[in-house]
């Protein structure tokens, strides 16, 4: 008798016909069944990469759109710079430190699932923040919303990496990274118009309306998560978070600039920071120590034993540390220094987004045909010669000094960063996907505040601007040595869900 199943096997087993998906037993199992991974549908994979461009746009647009209406927030609250500071930092310490965990629940409670509820906290917490009636309660919600972010981001990622075959991975980051960049890039146009038009808070109501419809497309189109069985560490997750807090937050008072909240005198300050630094680290220590004895740890050692995986996170730290101290740097250089204009100051960054924006989807493709590892290789060195081509151009004119440079910087990172975050997600499981993406989204973050902790350092010399220019280059070239003898993710991954 023939059953239903053993028709599916049959029908499984027919490799001669070549448009019939291989999902059959034995050798074949290596790689599984595209309609059991729910990609068997080009038109499906748009809608739910579409959806995690909106999503992600949130959080891109929230972090530029909203410093150009600090002045005017700050105005109409009567607030010091103190408080308008931790608008700002209040988001970035949360997401700092839970964007880890936002990966980790991506994989535990589903990748489509929790990208939904973080769109929906996000737009909740959007409005609140627009709806503040107090400095307090803007921090507040603004805290909530770099919680809902550290959610968003890893999930959309890891949700983009469980839909689409690897085979296109690469292509469908690039889109979701060019989009990324031109929405960042449109953030502070935005910002400003709508500030100047309506007041800061329509800043915040951009994110309820794209949240819905994000969460929309995701309930029609996304794929069925492809959930892991085990339990979520809340003891590994709090020690973490709690860790990676205080590093961020000590990384963020440091600087000449910073106003002294943290103290009344310089000794003091310098104390504070060396007891929250040390707390971090300890904290680290025992995470480290808790994960090994943990029936159900976060982190699984596997991740840290893959010399892919840690290879191309060290990498992502030296990249991304080294292009922030290049920003900061920059910027202060070209409204202290030239004299322009903030907002002229701000286009002067528009050819990096642009390139970016314009471009990963291409070099995307290209890396799709030809292999992550040269691009990886050419990226960061490109994006060193751009750091010294600045450093050495501070006294020609802002098109050859800056814009030029700028202009090779973006092609640099458009060749970078679809291939380097779509090699970290075929570094591991596509069960690990969520907590992949989460830790390189965590490690760019803390390399952000470490660059320009850094940057704030070396700004106080004489030369600061070429100091900090040649740390940015060596950095980046330490990132382009790390990404060459770093193990290819098919080696790393002989005989993974996806197959080499």
């Known amino acids: 008798m023939t059953t239903p199943t053993n028709q599916k096997r ?38 739910v990469l579409m959806a995690c461009v909106l999503a992600s746009s949130m959080a891109f647009i929230d972090a530029t759109a909203l410093p150009v209406a600090m002045p005017r927030l700050r105005a109409d609250f009567g607030a010091g710079l103190a408080a308008v500071q931790w608008v700002l930092n209040g ?7 839970l964007t880890l965990i936002g990966g980790a629940l991506a994989d535990v409670y589903g990748k489509g699932r929790m990208l939904a509820l973080g769109c929906v906290l996000f737009g909740l917490a959007s409005a609140a923040c627009a709806l503040a ?40 980051i690039g889109i979701w990274a060019a989009a990324s960049a ?40 996304a794929p069925k998560d492809a959930r892991t069985s085990r339990t979520f560490d809340v003891i590994g997750a709090a020690i973490l978070a709690s860790s990676l807090g205080a590093l961020a937050w000590a990384l963020s008072k440091i600087g000449p600039g910073e106003a002294q909240a943290a103290a009344n005198t310089p000794a003091q300050r310098a104390t504070v920071l060396t007891i929250v630094t040390g707390l971090g680290i ?30 191309l996170n060290v990498a992502t730290l030296m990249i991304y540390g080294a292009v922030s101290i290049m920003f900061f740097l920059l910027l202060f250089d070209l409204v202290d220094r030239r004299g322009l204009p903030v907002t002229d100051a701000g286009l002067a960054f528009l050819p990096f987004a642009l390139g970016v924006g ?16 040269a691009m990886l290789i050419a990226g960061p060195a490109g994006a060193a010669l751009a750091y010294v081509w600045m450093a050495l151009g501070q006294e020609a004119s802002l098109m050859l000094g800056v814009i030029a440079p700028m202009t090779l910087l973006g092609l640099s990172f458009a060749v970078l960063v679809a291939p380097l975050t779509a090699s970290v997600l075929s570094s591991v499981d596509q069960t690990d996907e969520g907590l992949a993406s989460g830790i390189n989204n965590a490690a760019s973050r803390i390399a952000q505040l470490a660059g320009v902790a850094l940057a704030a350092g070396v700004a106080s010399f004489e030369s600061g601007f070429e100091v900090g220019l040649a740390l940015a280059a060596t950095t980046s070239i330490g990132g382009a040595f790390t990404a060459a003898v770093t193990p290819t993710p098919a080696a790393a991954k002989a005989g993974g869900p996806e197959g080499a």
């Open 10 to 47: 049959r029908a499984c087993r027919r490799e001669a016909q070549p448009f019939v998906e291989q999902c059959g037993r034995g050798v074949i199992d290596a790689q599984p069944c595209p309609r059991e991974l729910g990609r068997e549908a080009p038109n499906r994979r748009g809608m």
């Open 91 to 97: 988001y970035m310490l949360a997401l700092a430190s």
């Open 133 to 172: 009636p107090s400095p307090a309660w803007l921090i507040a919600a603004r805290v909530a919303q770099g919680a809902a972010a550290a959610i968003v981001t890893p999930a959309s990622l890891a949700l983009i990496g469980a839909t689409y075959p690897r085979a296109e991975r690469n292509r469908a």
């Open 182 to 221: 031109l929405t960042t890039a449109g953030g502070p146009v935005l910002g400003g118009w709508l500030t100047e038009t309506f007041g800061w808070p329509s800043v915040f109501w951009i994110n309820p309306p794209i949240a819905v419809v994000a969460v929309g497309i995701l309930l029609v189109f």
């Open 282 to 311: 300890i904290g680290l220590a025992a995470y480290a120590f808790w994960e090994s004895r943990s029936k159900h740890p976060m982190t699984p050692p596997r991740l840290v034993e893959n010399r892919a995986f840690l290879g």
């Open 358 to 373: 314009l471009l990963s989807g291409v070099f995307g493709g290209l890396a799709d045909k030809t292999g992550a590892r």
